[in-house]
């Protein structure tokens, strides 16, 4: 065994001069002498080897494994008497007819016999001594037969780190990699799982407590939320998408959906958009999203929409801000405008450019006046507009709304926009999927009183400022958080149970009317926050599923009766992984496939042990340092930050 640096480069030098065909980084690992150095050449192997062919590191017959001593290997004994070497049957003992091609596949490192995967390019750990390589095709020698555990759904039934998503054959196998690679995140498992069996503190004045809040939800919360002017603004967006999209599909209609119908935005949120194409909804269901989304993408990125950026010195755009995402369960397109970039309000300088259309004649060319309106009366017999100039070289015309400029400058291709409408300076994602259309309408009847609304924005302010709502961090998303809050005002009895299966998709408007809001909602409603956090401090994570689709007083929904149980978790990868540690259920989305788990989607799929953990370390943190303080300034709130 290499005791120091200069014993571990010569003994890996004397392996390589015998045995040229393995890894220079493999014989590091067979000679390392500590578990500090196993660990690291193990990392470097995982960053080298996966997604690469490792034909050249594995043994043939004419170039048979380097025998390893004692003397050389720590891993000697283990392989000699690893009970997971080769292919296991039910009953524990070796299937005689798997005998020849377990022989042809054997770890490059300590050669011990492998079980041999259903299906390739696959990545395997060798039991014996935990290296990973990437076995791309299958070995010499007869075909594997399909494993018994995994006839319908191979790599799905597969056991996989719950840290990182990489799949093992066997649970003993995954074991030795998270206590390997994984043993900070099993100690803070540990040390967390203790840490929240302690009793909650218990509040003490909480009169003074609820009356703090009170005042610091109405002075300083109610000013972030949604006002007429703001929600207007967004309306004209949505609009001008409709516009360009028509340029498409004549029947498309553009649906909104999100915090901003529910009620719990705030100003400068992103808009959620959902197109319909055609009249029937089942049909949707049918079409292409992908192809509709390039669709559209090839659309809004044409040359033909190309529109000057005032800020600044003027620039020019076309594509600057879109974003097309279609490898996902969703496809969307969307905009993120560039910094600084901010909406128009009606009548402003900008807001008039964006209005106006200009038509310039070409050289040995004319313009003709009536030409052009009769162009805009094809397309709205009531537009209204203001022609600042014509004459045969030039027009000017500046328009009442933002998206009669732009249907027009659509429609024409000789004229230009003389600025950039608000579609292209907000934030706004859209999909063909009509789910969020219905979860909104049917969050908007909860959070009817205005009191609901305004802890709902509270709360999410919170879950964002204290890092648990990070979809993209395998974390919470927003939606979920409102689902989790109106679960609350259910189970405390302060809104009553909705069907979700009375929301009738073919009533539900495509733009809603803003909802006028109370100057000073109920002087009790620092007690609606404070029960939320007292609420989820103590809940059930361990059993209760947080679910809306029947009346939690009466029928509550367990892990049990939704067979969301551990044995369930689909484990895969990051992206395509099902784990129950933290259990919400989506009100109409089904679940699809292996990848989803049974019964209803779940809201909180991808929430690892670890983080499920946080998350509810993130409520009894909060709950305990501004909720049973009466001396606690309520900014406090806002400044956890928990580590995930």
Excluded at 381 to 392: G, L, M, Q, T, V
Excluded at 622 to 638: I, K, M, Q
Aim: hydrophobic share 35%; glycine share 4%.
């Amino acid at each position: 065994m290499a005791t120091n640096s200069a014993d571990l480069q010569s003994a890996v030098a004397n392996l390589q001069k015998r045995f040229p065909e393995i890894g220079k980084n493999i014989l590091k690992l067979v000679v390392a002498s500590s578990k500090d150095e196993q660990v690291a050449v193990y990392r470097l192997l995982c960053r080298e080897q996966m997604g690469k062919d490792p034909g050249s590191c594995i043994p043939t017959e004419e170039s048979p494994p380097p025998p390893i001593s004692a003397t050389s290997s720590p891993h000697s004994s283990v392989r000699e008497t690893s009970p997971h070497s080769g292919y296991k049957t039910q009953g524990g003992a070796k299937s005689p007819e798997h005998q020849d091609t377990v022989k042809a596949l054997q770890c490059p490192a300590c050669s011990t016999q492998l079980s041999t995967p259903t299906q390739y390019p696959v990545n395997l750990i060798c039991p014996a001594c935990s290296i990973t390589f990437r076995q791309s095709t299958p070995p010499r020698g007869r075909a594997p037969a399909s494993h018994p555990r995994h006839d319908d759904n191979p790599r799905a039934s597969w056991p996989a780190c719950d840290h990182c998503g990489m799949q093992f054959l066997y649970l003993p196998e995954r074991q030795r990699h998270v206590d390997l690679m994984h043993s900070a995140e099993t100690e803070d498992i540990r040390n967390l799982q203790e840490a929240l069996k302690r009793p909650l503190k218990s509040p003490s004045d909480k009169e003074r407590i609820v009356a703090k809040w009170t005042r610091y939800l109405n002075d300083h919360v109610k000013t972030r939320m949604d006002t007429q002017e703001t929600y207007n603004t967004k309306l004209q967006a949505v609009e001008q998408v409709e516009v360009l999209l028509r340029m498409l599909f004549p029947e498309a209609q553009v649906y909104l959906f999100g915090s901003t119908v529910s009620g719990a935005s705030e100003k400068g949120s992103d808009v959620d958009l959902a197109v319909k194409l055609v009249s029937d909804h089942s049909k949707q269901l049918l079409i292409d999203d992908v192809q509709v989304i390039d669709s559209m993408w090839a659309l809004f990125t044409r040359d033909k929409l190309d529109l000057p950026w005032y800020h600044g010195a003027p620039g020019q755009v076309s594509d600057t801000g879109l974003k097309k995402v279609t490898k996902t369960r969703v496809p969307i397109m969307g905009n993120t405008p560039p910094a600084g970039i901010l909406p128009l309000r009606h009548g402003e300088e900008d807001d008039i450019r964006a209005r106006t259309v200009t038509w310039t004649a070409k050289p040995d060319h004319t313009l003709k006046l009536d030409k052009i309106k009769k162009t805009i009366h094809n397309f709205d017999a009531h537009a209204k507009y203001d022609i600042i100039s014509a004459d045969e070289n030039k027009v000017i015309i500046t328009f009442e709304l933002q998206k009669l400029a732009l249907a027009v400058k659509m429609k024409d291709p000789k004229a230009a926009l003389c600025g950039v409408p608000n579609v292209f300076r907000m934030q706004w994602d859209l999909s063909l999927k009509f789910f969020g259309v219905r979860n909104s309408a049917l969050i908007k009847k909860y959070l009817i009183q205005p009191e609901h609304r305004l802890v709902a924005v509270a709360v999410k302010i919170w879950s964002r400022k204290s890092g648990i709502n990070d979809p993209r961090a395998g974390l919470l998303s927003s939606y979920a958080i409102v689902i989790m809050y109106v679960y609350y005002l259910l189970c405390t009895s302060q809104v009553d149970w909705i069907d979700p299966n009375s929301i009738n998709l073919s009533e539900v408007r495509a733009r809603p009317s803003f909802k006028a809001r109370k100057e000073r909602p109920d002087a009790a409603i620092g007690n609606i926050l404070y029960g939320f956090f007292q609420f989820y401090a103590s809940f059930g994570w361990d059993h209760c599923v947080i679910s809306l689709n029947t009346d939690p007083r009466s029928q509550p929904v367990t892990k049990k009766s939704m067979h969301w149980v551990t044995k369930n978790e689909v484990i895969v990868d990051r992206a395509n992984s099902v784990r129950f540690h933290v259990c919400i259920e989506d009100p109409y989305e089904q679940a699809e496939a292996a990848f989803v788990g049974p019964g209803k989607l779940n809201l909180g799929r991808k929430v690892t042990l670890i983080r499920a953990l946080r998350v509810r370390q993130a409520f009894i943190q909060a709950y305990e340092t501004c909720f049973t303080n009466p001396d606690a300034s309520p900014e406090d709130l806002f400044a956890i930050m928990v580590r995930f």
